[in-house]
């Protein structure tokens, strides 16, 4: 048997994702399934897309199943009490919500108009963005958003390399529906989703101060964004497009090559100068990021296309699992998308 | 009866969308309905959804029905040619395509790389965006494109009154894929389309310079724009979300002030702080401007929603035929969308 | 001014399409909106596609406006007691609920496991399916449910003329979303219904006794009837494919004969022999019947198209009114869609 | 090394899905990848999803890679004289096609209406539903249409064991877009596809024939179908849902233990009497039947869910020659979906 994982907050879309995954992962067994309002459901009657087998959803239980690794799929807000009992009794916690993506507690607040749960605790988490940040060593980790892990590999190679300015950066992403949650809400009906797209949160969504705080992180030097996120028509996939200043003398090809040379070891991002497609990577744990420049106004234009469920939620949580673990970093992971 | 109406270029998504509006127009009738690979086959066929009746499509023909106004809706390059003839005859011609959009040649060979068809006439033109250009004297008139309809009617009046800056505009819009018009091509399938979205033309999308040189004649000063048009899984819609540097001591009330002083007494545009959805335009000749100021970076981010197909094109070409022709400016025109 | 009509249930979806209908009615205003529990909110912030004006949504009155004519769009069980009291009033009623559909306490029982809500009013109410009934002298006006519109409409003339044997039909079809109605519910999410198709409520439906009851007040023979239901993921549109053996002797042509005779003077049905898609009724209050012949069984398979909102609800509900208040049967409807 | 595949065809949708499934399988490589038109184009190019790795699709070879197993995914008529070839060269030939679905000439001519291109050999193919066709000692194999396969797993057996009567069966089925290739035509655009549903092929569909034929194969009496396809706005998956007249004395159970008995020992067809839907097995080999009784007319209603791509095409195609190489029948097949 391989290493034990105990999941919670198995029901929702993410958590979804985290059980066919680790289904799937050759090192790592699923041991305890929790959910809050869906415990003593059939796992096969919540996810039904699934090997449900016998599984039953259970309650919360930190040492139910003794695991070695526990991820996090849980609201704002619900994880930090849940993490520090899991990190008390061993485990590699992997946190796939936003309790603990902020290195101090007045960036947190600054983001969430909220004291964090633990603030004594931030320090101690390290950012799960693995490509950029090193998570080898790691027992707490705290996975980005959808939205800052598409854009965060895009931009902080850029701004790290000193190819485009960190100021006036304008990031403008598009997210499929399931980005939002399972919950049923008037927002979320077919109704009101299909045949249209909105802007939301513009100019207040959370995943701002969490790109800038996590691209300073990365390379030291904290960025100026406004980003605005879009919802479109769609289950998966998510597109970030970015818009950044270059920096006198730089030109496509440092564009490309900051980005190449950043990802020359990742297996799971690809660098190109073609506009990628959300469907190319629905189902696998790939970034594609797609440069441009544009020459008239000396801008560098870059897209980048994740799952927002995968490379954006439960695959970049694995693969940190991974990593953390001693484990090959693709293990249980997969580059091949499923679409049409 | 009214007066007549020539549309050329029928079979289309927009030669579709002119039948049905002028069929419902009370002083206007079609008298020529005109496509060029379709001429011959019945409207029913062609254009299920509208009362076809015994109507066959016709080959070109400038003089056929005697129009008193002509509707093209062409490929571009093709307009030219078919309007001067119908200019000679005394057609008002109201042209949907991009031939005459341009008001000199330099600027029509920057955006097409090719040599206007009659660069002689461009100045004959005007341009029929009629909340912001006067079209009541005009005898030719082009109608913009769909981006440049939804963005400039967001930015032009920013910059006429100083709330923003010209230089350093981001414009990030969504279309849906009738956009991209009615041939059948590997990139228009459901199966390319559908659950997937992608940037395309980044930085060499003809409609930026079409966008500069508009808010250039409206206002005398050109802004400098990088422009990312995305094509999103849904039929019909226009998201455009402009990013502008707001000048010195500007605040939202400038720019909401701004936009409302615009259009004031504009039957279609509505002005306000919530961000729109392109559901609540679908079917209208509305467009639905929200505006927002991002008070860390003090950007000026304004949503601008419309059908593509409507104020987008037909509806504005509609809307520009009765202004030209004394009618009430609304005449056949809708406020009310259609979704879900 | 013109009728003055009153709609209770306006927030739903079709309540929204009948005031979209009214609100563009040449002979009828409205004068009294209702709703539930969305009272006190704006038109424009239920149905933003509407042009709300200051228009906010009261609480159920069945006296205000002094309505010439009441729209009832409400859930099953609740239209009864509002309609007796705008009987009492002297209001048209036009019924789009489920509660006087039937003409007898009996058949009501058998579909909904429960007693009607005013069984002896029952036979006072008129089957609002206009092509197939005489609505002119109506004034309490059942509007049947959107599956047995599109079902009966095809199926109830081959019955009458023999054409068809009424055992063993099968009727299978498909709808739209909001056939299931506005709620936020985990099945209507856009992650439950985007990409995915399934039948509901096998065997145990309650439109199917609908149909049959349907097809005997208007023909005297009840039909025997086996009917399933599919969600597909789409807005509007519902498609129903109707199979029933051919009686000796009966052909292709019986067929269509029997349909043509019937909806000769009918100005919203179109026969034909060629298979309808939703998108050419969508929008419009037109229903579509392609009819065909299975040789090798001897097979009737008949389709039919129409918009579960406007034909199959709000559409028809107006047609009705109009009939029975001596106007234009097609005032204020249309026969043209929207699509694409 | 495990054994070598030749995939023919696999530029489109099917093909795609076999580079897809046997890249992942265990114990076969793909060392020949053809296509027709699309030669010389890369992998990554025509299947950006996928991992394409340096590969570039070839002109057809029947010799290239030396294949044990040879699986053709052509447009009918095309399959014949190359199955001819590989086979004369010892491969195990798995054909996708319609070529050789027919045991004999006479049932082939009756649907398409021309001579099969090797009637002499049609005998020697064996069908390829290997849950109920042992295709163990099989070196040609069928496959199955999409629809074949989802309604032929459900009829089958009720008609084997005297539950239902084999006369007077409807079928009626919903098909996603991918069903009908990769092509692009005004019919497969997604402006002619979205929001809309119609009826194709009624009475003249291929695949009606090929169920009869399939049935009779498998339980010596030949059922008489009436079946009617549909296309609905999703891109994989597929609905069929079966009407069949129960035997005197037949209930519910025995048309449930008809099919547990049929699939007691199948690894990828489950039974239930819950009504399934296509999102819970889109990306599996599953099929999922759902069965129920209507009581009131006697009929069996029977639900068939499967992915069109997998279950319907490829996915059955290497499952028939897993069990035809002597491997584990669900090698590089999985029951898990994708779904939202």
Not at 10 to 35: F, K, M, N, Q
Not at 140 to 160: D, S
Not at 313 to 333: K, M
Request: aromatic letters at 6%.
């Amino acid at each position: 048997m391989g290493m034990k994982a105990a999941i919670f907050g198995a029901s929702g879309y993410a958590g979804g994702e985290l059980v066919r995954l680790i289904d799937g992962h050759p090192s790592i067994d699923v041991t305890h399934l929790a959910a809050n309002t869906a415990a003593g459901k059939a796992l096969g009657e919540v996810h039904p897309h699934l090997d449900g087998g016998d599984r039953v959803l259970q309650a919360f239980d930190a040492d139910a199943g003794a695991p070695d690794v526990a991820f996090l799929a849980l609201p704002h807000g619900a994880s930090a009490p849940l993490a520090a009992e899991l990190v008390a009794g061993g485990s590699l916690v992997v946190d796939l919500g936003a309790d603990h993506r902020f290195a101090d507690a007045a960036d947190y607040e600054k983001a969430y108009a909220t004291t964090p749960p633990h603030p004594d605790q931030l320090g101690e988490w390290t950012f799960g963005l693995p490509e950029l940040v090193d998570v080898s060593a790691a027992s707490r980790i705290a996975v980005p958003g959808c939205y800052p892990t598409a854009t965060t590999l895009a931009l902080a190679p850029l701004i790290g390399a000193g190819v485009v300015s960190p100021d006036g950066v304008v990031v403008d992403a598009l997210s499929g529906v399931t980005g939002a949650g399972r919950s049923a809400t008037p927002a979320t009906t077919f109704g009101a989703i299909a045949e249209s797209v909105k802007a939301y949160g513009v100019g207040t969504h959370r995943h701002r101060p969490e790109m800038e705080h996590a691209t300073a992180r990365i390379t030291g030097v904290k960025p100026s964004i406004v980003f605005t996120p879009h919802l479109v028509p769609m289950q998966r996939g998510l597109l970030s497009t970015i818009y950044a200043t270059l920096t006198d003398g730089s030109k496509l090809d440092d564009v490309v090559g900051a980005l190449e040379d950043a990802y020359a070891a990742a297996p799971f991002v690809k660098v190109g100068t073609e506009s990628p497609q959300t469907r190319w990577v629905v189902g696998s744990n790939t970034c594609l990021i797609g440069a441009f420049v544009d020459e008239p106004t000396g801008t560098a234009v870059v897209v980048s296309a994740i799952d927002n469920l995968v490379k954006g939620a439960a695959g970049q949580a694995v693969q940190c699992a991974n990593i953390a673990s001693g484990l090959d970093e693709t293990a249980g992971l997969s580059t091949v998308g499923w679409m049409p």
